[in-house]
């Protein structure tokens, strides 16, 4: 049981630091910072509630069960963090929000402080490191510790819940998706662990005994619903990052025939090689050198080259886009030939302009790479390649 508790708490504790990938940004928004602050403290509860951990904290404290407060008041301030971070998911005036995010944290702490006195006042010397929460459910005052701590904790989530519940209405997209999966999770947590709690104790109270639904139901529940939660707060932060990368990457290699073509041209130094750099750094990179190629062999672009090759194009039965990117391919690799050849630029070089240079973004590049790949000069374009890397060996 411990190894899947500490498993849950380990994958619940990365997701914050995905959250926290950029520390410098991170720490300037509050609500990241509160989100992360919620995840750290679920996986700590997760981490105290496991059996290892409780036997641990007993036997270097010497006080049997002690764990219990331990893991009690973390649960608390995890409701609590949760409370927070609805105040600042739903803002408003910035008064109002440090008032209640004052009261919300004093209202836990009362509620921890509570719990410790309640321990302390209890008998509690039989060491119970799974079923506590049932064995001593008709002890007194350990009584009244365990249903306020559940009452906290019901609190915070049932608030969770019709927060996004009401939120999920009014945004879309992958937001919506987070906060859905978040209320699944809360949803879990409610009904796997704090339901099965509420009627294992009860039911103790009432002379019967569940005491299986504590021990064995509740504990994978908790962490079911915590890994869950985790997944809706980092999807919408991870997801269109991880897409984009993606894209770029794709991109990188996309243009990779573009950069063969024009690797000889000078361009801006390339910076230093590392190995995280990500994705799309490398395509910025490339994008720029790649500009600044073709801007280096303007000279030698020649608008007749570019003719014959739309106007052959346009008979093959291509459309008039395809027939632009063919006919702009067949100038560029003509240009590169006689460029990598040091042949003298034209006397009355072309004014024309690259489709390439006119679009934004990686999409023009990427079409013109791709009309390179398709034209029929390929050999050409390996040959304008092998030419400038022999010389450059030589």
């Not at 980092?234 to 993606?246: E, F, G, T």
Request: charged content about 20%.
């Amino acid at each position: 049981m411990s190894v899947v508790v500490y498993v849950a708490a380990l994958v619940f504790g990365l997701s914050c630091v995905v959250l926290l990938r950029r520390p410098a940004t991170a720490v300037r928004n509050p609500t990241v910072l509160s989100t992360c602050a919620t995840i750290l403290l679920g996986a700590l509860v997760l981490v105290c509630a496991a059996p290892l951990t409780l036997a641990t904290v007993n036997d270097l404290t010497g006080v049997p069960n002690f764990g219990a407060p331990l893991t009690y008041g973390m649960l608390s301030a995890y409701s609590c963090s949760l409370v927070v971070l609805l105040i600042l998911w739903r803002g408003g005036p910035g008064d109002r929000v440090r008032r209640l995010v004052l009261g919300t944290i004093a209202a836990y702490a009362l509620l921890v402080a509570a719990l410790v006195v309640l321990f302390v006042l209890a008998d509690a010397d039989t060491e119970r490191l799974s079923d506590l929460d049932t064995y001593y459910a008709n002890t007194p005052y350990l009584r009244e510790m365990i249903l306020l701590y559940l009452a906290g904790h019901t609190a915070a989530t049932l608030a969770m819940c019709v927060m996004c519940l009401k939120w999920g209405r009014e945004v879309t997209g992958l937001l919506r998706t987070g906060l859905r999966l978040i209320m699944v999770g809360v949803l879990l947590d409610t009904i796997g662990f704090q339901a099965t709690k509420y009627t294992a104790v009860v039911a103790r109270l009432t002379g019967h005994d569940l005491d299986f639904l504590s021990t064995y139901v509740a504990p994978p529940m908790a962490s079911l619903g915590a890994l869950t939660c985790s997944a809706g707060f980092v999807l919408p932060r991870l997801l269109p990052s991880a897409v984009a990368h993606w894209r770029g990457l794709g991109d990188y290699r996309r243009l990779a025939p573009l950069a063969a073509l024009l690797r000889f041209v000078p361009t801006a130094p390339k910076p230093a090689a590392s190995w995280w750099r990500s994705p799309r750094e490398r395509l910025q990179w490339r994008e720029v050198s790649i500009h600044d190629a073709l801007l280096a062999l303007a000279p030698y672009f020649d608008d007749r080259v570019r003719v014959t090759a739309r106007d052959a194009a346009l008979r093959a039965g291509s459309d008039p886009h395809r027939a632009r990117l063919a006919a702009e391919a067949a100038m560029l690799t003509d240009a590169a030939r006689r460029a990598a050849a040091r042949e003298e630029p034209l006397d009355s070089p072309s004014t024309y302009r690259l489709r390439a240079t006119e679009v934004s973004g990686t999409g023009g590049l990427v079409e013109l790479a791709q009309a390179m790949e398709r034209s029929p000069a390929g050999a050409v374009r390996d040959g304008t390649v092998r030419a400038a890397h022999g010389r450059d060996q030589g």
